[in-house]
Every structure is written in C-alpha cells, then in structure tokens.
Nanobody
Framework: VQLQASGGGLVQAGGSLRLSCAASINIFGITFMGWYRQAPGKQGDLVAGITNGGNTNYADSVKGRFTISRDNAKNTLYLQMNSLNPEDTAVYYC?????????WGQGTLVTVSS
C-alpha cells in the first residue's frame, strides 16, 4: 500500500487547508485510516482517525476545527483544517491500518504563521 499525502503549505492563523492522501489500493477494505502530526522537537500524535464504517475520533486540540473524511470511490483520505493556529504547525502524515500492518505517507508540512 502506498500513500501519497498532499495539500500542506503556509497559511496565516485563522486560515484553512485541506490535506489529501491518495492510496494505491481500494480503501474500502482499510479498517482504519488516520492523520498524525509531528511538530519540531515533539512526539507524533494522532490528529484524527476514521474507520471504514465512518466512525471518527479527534484529538481534543482539533475538535470542532478539523474534519476527517474518506472517499472510497477516489481511494482518498482527507483532513479539512479550519481556524488554524501556530500550534498546528507540524508535518502531517497519513496512515492506513490494513491487514494488520501500518502504512505511512511521506508527510506534508503545514506551517501556520501568527
């Protein structure tokens, strides 16, 4: 499984970005997909996750601002990020848990300026 993340960039505080993660396989059967992020000098954390049944979970710090979704027809995972703040600055990685293995995208940098 290959994952290709895109959509990162530089945005001002209060702005929005949408991240995309295109998978090389049909994602219908992927039990769990998620977005993680790692800020400089910090450990990586789960930002948001979604099951193949559509159940979602979010880190407390992004609840109400970020929305995770998946389009099985396009084999793509999304993360809509609104009301961004400088604390959201990080490299964002998409993840897929498939057949008891974890797969990772290459990461996309999100930088939020104050």
């Amino acid at each position: 499984v290959q994952l290709q993340a895109s959509g990162g960039g530089l945005v001002q505080a209060g702005g929005s970005l949408r991240l995309s993660c295109a998978a090389s396989i049909n994602i219908f059967g992927i039990t769990f997909m998620g977005w993680y992020r790692q800020a400089p000098g910090k450990q990586g954390d789960l930002v948001a996750g979604i099951t193949n049944g559509g159940n979602t979970n979010y880190a407390d710090s992004v609840k109400g601002r970020f929305t995770i979704s998946r389009d099985n027809a396009k084999n793509t995972l999304y993360l809509q990020m609104n009301s961004l703040n400088p604390e959201d600055t990080a490299v964002y990685y998409c993840n897929a848990n498939f057949m008891v293995r974890n797969y990772w995208g290459q990461g996309t940098l999100v930088t939020v300026s104050s």
